[in-house]
């Protein structure tokens, strides 16, 4: 199994961290966590965004990294909030996505880790479905409570294996598949 110390997660988020240690984890790579506010441009586009954020963390710790940007799309606000989930949930909450949303509730949400280090920049994405609950179930982390992925009766903070189906273990993934071969075929 590999045991590696030299990838790191960089985000303002601990939950979010705290998911991708587990998930990576769970396929043998060891990531460490580094606090830093990184430039965020305004885009319509999750990958451009990922990919500058990426970009700006390498450059800030001039180590091996990976980040997550994420966005929950919903189908009946023509995708809103999107690319501005973060904005939107920290100015309107959960109670305000409840009240935009009509009886139409299907949404998903989409995650994109972008991998950079000296010579490389690797972006996966992922997207899983669902639909947003009529109200606010469990206690969790940001749309958690709201969020019930398709085939599941409850909300991500209600279910114990969201860590074996999110939209972050998708991309985590994806991502783990190609730096394990990485690794591999630079010797490591
Ligand atoms: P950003 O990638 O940090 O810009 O995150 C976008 C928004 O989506 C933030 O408000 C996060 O709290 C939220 N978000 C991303 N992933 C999750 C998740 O797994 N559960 C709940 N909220 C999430």
Known sequence: MHKLFDLYFVSSNPHKYKEAKNILD???????????????????????????KAKDAFSKSKKPI??????LFIDSLNGF???????VFKTIGNKGILKLVSSKRKAKFVSIITYCDKKTL???DAK??????KSQKGKGWGYD????????????????????????FK??????????????????
Do not use: C, M, V
Not at 149 to 154: E, F, M, Q, Y
């Open 122 to 124: 690797e972006s996966f």
């Open 26 to 52: 769970s396929f043998g790579i060891k990531l460490g966590f580094l606090k830093l506010d990184l430039e965020e441009i305004q885009s319509t586009s999750l990958k451009d965004i990922a990919e500058k």
């Open 128 to 133: 899983l479905d669902g639909i947003i609950s």
């Open 66 to 71: 990976i980040i997550e940007d994420d966005g």
């Open 81 to 87: 909030p999107g690319p501005y989930s973060s904005y």
């Open 145 to 168: 409570p709201i969020f019930i992925p398709k085939n599941s009766r409850k909300t991500f903070a209600e279910i114990e294996n969201k860590n074996k189906l999110s939209h972050r």
């Open 171 to 188: 991309a985590l993934k994806k991502f783990s598949n190609w730096y394990l071969h990485k690794l591999e075929s630079s010797g490591r």
